[in-house]
């Protein structure tokens, strides 16, 4: 199998390197093409950089580790290479305010998983991941001891179940389902179940975390 991710910002970078050193091969696509480069040949056998539009290609799986405005761009701009691929939304409702802090770009009650899902190309499955913990946290509180820290997910699609929860895993992390993508809303930024959120800050284990998920916020 072969993962796709598209960006190496704080959030893909981390990913990256947590896929390959989970065994995973990983394609790295990148703005910067010298970066994306530099980073494959950092990383060794299991990574490998290419264009977005080549990535794409060659993946099973891609994960979209950038804006939420460039997301939507390039789901319109790649529809037609995406059906028969899984697609992971890591993204939150966020953008640069200019001051060196974030802004909401959704009205409160919208989440960025339920509007990327209804610009995924029919034959596509939509998964959400890897965005509900800090860039930070996915790389420091991976492979934690003695218990594994918590990455919850959501879709609407069970054939990706395995897949998303294979790729969790290989990042260091305990998957688990949050429900469907009409649930997006609770694992993103202020969601009751994402670190910046209900979760106070922090990572959870397995029991803390199915605790959390059987509450309604």
């Known amino acids: 199998m072969i993962t796709a991710v598209i960006g190496a910002g704080n959030v893909g970078f981390r990913l990256v390197c947590g896929l390959v050193s989970g065994g995973e091969r990983v394609v790295i696509a990148t703005r910067n093409a010298s970066q994306g480069r530099a980073l494959a040949a950092e990383l060794g056998q299991l990574a ?9 290609g060659k993946a ?12 939507q761009d390039m789901l319109r701009r790649y529809a037609d290479v995406l059906p028969g691929k899984i697609v992971v939304d890591a993204s939150n409702p966020l953008a640069a305010d200019g001051r060196g802090g974030f802004r ?6 919208e989440s960025s998983g339920q509007l990327l899902a209804g610009l995924v190309p029919a034959g596509a499955r939509f998964v959400k991941a890897f965005g509900t913990l800090g860039a930070e946290s ?5 492979h934690r001891e003695p218990q594994l820290a918590v990455l919850f997910y959501v879709t609407d699609d069970p054939d ?3 897949t998303i929860e294979r790729l969790i895993t290989a990042a260091g992390f305990a998957p688990l389902k949050a429900g469907g993508i009409e649930a997006s809303g609770r694992i ?18 397995l029991a803390e975390a199915k605790e959390a998920l059987a509450s309604v916020s």
Do not use: Y
Not at 104 to 109: A, F, M, S
Not at 188 to 205: K, N
């Open 48 to 56: 490998e950089s290419a264009t977005v539009a080549d990535a794409i």
């Open 138 to 142: 996915l790389s420091a509180e991976a």
């Open 60 to 71: 099973d799986v891609v994960i979209f580790a950038v804006w939420l405005d460039t997301i």
């Open 160 to 162: 990706a179940e395995p």
């Open 188 to 205: 993103e930024v202020g969601g009751d179940l994402h670190q910046f959120g209900g979760l106070g800050g922090r990572t959870v284990g």
């Open 104 to 109: 909401r770009t959704l009205p409160e009650g």
